[in-house]
């Protein structure tokens, strides 16, 4: 299957800082790419979906100024943290429709965050 | 919104045997029907997928099952491994639209 990438795959950050989550399609272009966050032992939830050239589109509840978004390219897109809170702490994943393909979506491996 | 239940939660079974998850979906557009595996601290893997124009999908160990009908759609392991264990979600999409994701059931194969 197609392959996606991010950095750091961990970071740990003090309150009141920013951090950058960088997310890669290695192997094809990627109009869409997708921003997901999950809680320990829980299941995926959509924070936004990223269009290259585009503004974001966020979900319901996600703070569009808090999660700064931007796909520069068709083949990358990166998620700010802007001035983190311990509450941020959580393990993000990015993803990307290939577009090669019919329907099938491809995840990255994960950034666990943790806000001291 | 959009809602999928996913059934078991957790899951244990002899290595050898077979495991069964069960999802329920809402929407009647949906299309597609992907099933993940994530293992500890790692992204989700795209393990199998199926489309609405079939009925049953199979890949080696793994198969998937859908009925439209009824709206559900099942993941089955046959002959499991210990490295089968892991938490296994479920998902759909109507169209060109998001993915929706169940719960996830946490398997673990016992040698």
């Known amino acids: 299957g197609a392959v996606v990438s991010q950095h750091p795959s961990r970071v740990i950050c003090k309150s009141g800082t920013s951090v950058k989550i960088e997310c890669r399609s290695l192997?094809?272009?990627?109009?869409?790419m997708f921003w997901y966050r999950q809680f320990p032992k829980q299941s995926l939830m959509l924070m936004a979906t990223?269009?290259?050239?585009?503004?974001?589109?966020?979900e319901q509840g996600v703070e569009k100024d808090k999660f700064l978004i931007n796909h520069a390219s068709l083949t990358l897109s990166t998620l700010t943290v802007t001035s983190a809170h311990p509450e941020d702490s959580s393990f993000y994943i990015c993803?990307?429709?290939?577009?090669?393909?019919?329907?099938?979506?491809?995840f990255g491996p994960g950034t666990r965050l943790t806000v001291l | 919104g959009e809602n999928v239940e996913q059934h078991p939660s957790t899951l244990s079974v002899q290595e050898g045997d077979s495991a069964v998850i069960k999802c329920t979906y809402s929407?009647?557009?949906?299309?597609?029907f992907p099933w993940y595996k994530q293992e500890l601290g790692k992204g989700p893997q795209l393990i199998i997928d199926i489309r609405s124009n079939v009925g049953e999908k199979k890949d080696q160990r793994i198969a998937v099952t859908l009925n439209k009908t009824a709206k559900h759609f099942s993941l089955h392991i046959t002959e499991t491994q210990p490295e089968d264990s892991a938490v296994y979600f479920c998902?759909?999409?109507?169209?060109?639209?998001?993915?929706?994701f169940g719960t996830g059931t946490r398997l673990t194969v016992i040698p």
């Open positions: 990223s269009n290259e050239g585009s503004k974001a589109t966020y």
């Open positions: 929407d009647s557009a949906s299309n597609y």
């Open positions: 192997d094809f272009q990627a109009t869409t």
């Open positions: 998902a759909f999409r109507a169209g060109a639209n998001n993915l929706f």
């Open positions: 993803s990307a429709r290939d577009p090669r393909g019919s329907s099938e979506q491809f």
